[in-house]
């Protein structure tokens, strides 16, 4: 059984999450929050929350063991775009594209 935890309209670029969240797929939940806890990126706080949330599901409504969760699956995509506008010389306008991303993490019991 795969229980997943959602975080949405993250403040990150996908592709500077997916960095990340790369380190932790397909390992054990504890080895998982151990490197996220020593990895210097600003995304690494938000992907360890989500995590938490995950593991906390298993446990809480699906009565799972903790100590056997793994990150079976973990995935970044895109959010809505905030759309910004730069001023330039002679009139010109150059776009600033703020990106947000989505993030799913899914644990799921070792057998």
Known sequence: ???????NNIRISPRKVRIVV???RGK???????????TPKRASKVVEKTLRSAMANAEN????NVD??????????????????????????FS???RTSQ?????????
């Open 1 to 7: 059984m795969e229980v997943r935890a959602f975080t």
């Open 22 to 24: 790369d380190l932790i």
């Open 28 to 38: 054990n939940c504890g080895e998982a929050l151990a490197i996220l806890a020593h």
């Open 61 to 64: 409504n699906h009565d799972l």
């Open 68 to 93: 056997k969760l793994y990150v079976s699956t973990a995935f970044v995509d895109a959010g809505p775009t905030l759309k910004r506008i730069h001023p330039r010389s002679r009139g010109q306008a």
């Open 96 to 98: 600033i594209f703020k």
């Open 103 to 111: 993030l799913t993490v899914k644990v799921s019991e070792r057998e």
